[in-house]
């Protein structure tokens, strides 16, 4: 079982909401201004309608797993018999259907899970691929999947996307992956801590970890977020490492499986 392990104590549920709810809204301005959605994202077979179709599955499923956790199961049986097909099936499958079809859907559950993940009590868990989780790490994880898949969207457009302060929860998450990171890369967790310091949108410092570890890594919050998503590889990003441990983490670094 996947246990992300992570301290993400400095999450305030009454902010991160309303930052996951805009981070909808700005994308859904960018893609409602655009009629055809059948142009080719960064993520290979994917168009920008396959990438609506994820975040809405992803939606309806968070859903299924509050409301009606046992029913999860079901969705945790289907994903294991289409193996590492799963995202790409549901994706076409939602692609297929009409823009507008499509676009409702999106909205409409992302709405819900908005509203699901407010109201939820935080120490109530419920089932999720791998682990049960907690509404302290869905709202984090909701926010960083529709940043990331809009990125990809608008990179395809051709549109800046504004980095706002809104990335200090894809940048809290990023930094909790570390140990994900290395389970993932078939690598043993360090056991010496690190420090990370990112500078923000406007300027300002995002710290965690002690001051004084050995273990360092620094750069912009954009540039780190994206990385953990794997939107930019190491090489084109500001990030610097102090430490071989902390060299390994940019490598692999990552948020997801």
């Keep these: 079982m996947l246990d992300y392990g992570l301290d993400l104590s400095d999450v305030n549920r009454d902010l991160a909401v309303p930052d996951l709810v805009a981070e909808g809204d700005e994308l859904d301005a960018l893609v409602s201004a655009h009629d055809d959605w059948t142009a080719s994202t960064p993520a290979a077979g994917w168009t920008i309608a396959h990438q609506i179709a994820h975040l809405a599955v992803a939606d309806a499923n968070v859903l299924i797993a509050i409301r009606t956790p046992d029913a999860f199961a079901t969705v945790l049986k289907q994903a294991e018999a289409a193996g590492p097909r799963a995202a790409d099936l549901d994706a076409e499958a939602g692609a297929a259907k009409p823009r507008s079809a499509l676009l409702d859907e999106w909205r409409s559950g992302r709405a819900e899970v908005a509203a699901a993940l407010r109201d939820i009590p935080l120490d109530q868990s419920f089932p999720w691929f791998g682990s049960d989780l907690t509404a302290t790490l869905m709202v984090p994880l ?3 999947e529709t940043w990331a898949h809009g990125q990809d969207i608008y990179d395809t457009v ?3 996307h504004r980095p706002t302060p809104r990335l200090r929860h894809i940048a809290a ?3 909790a992956g570390l140990g994900l990171s290395f389970y993932a890369a078939e690598l043993p967790l360090p056991t010496s801590p690190f420090r990370v310091d990112l500078t923000g949108p406007d300027g300002e410092p995002w710290s965690w970890g002690p001051e004084d570890a050995a273990q360092r890594v620094r750069g912009s ?4 977020c ?3 998503t794997q939107r930019k590889p190491l090489a084109a990003t500001d ?4 430490g071989a441990d902390a060299q390994t983490w940019l490598e692999n670094a990552r948020v997801f499986l």
Excluded: E, H, Y
Aim: charged residues 15%.
């Design 142 to 144: 909701r926010l960083m």
């Design 158 to 160: 051709g549109a800046a």
């Design 226 to 228: 994206l990385r953990v």
């Design 221 to 224: 919050a954009l540039d780190f």
């Design 173 to 175: 998450l990023g930094v």
């Design 239 to 242: 990030l610097t490492a102090v």
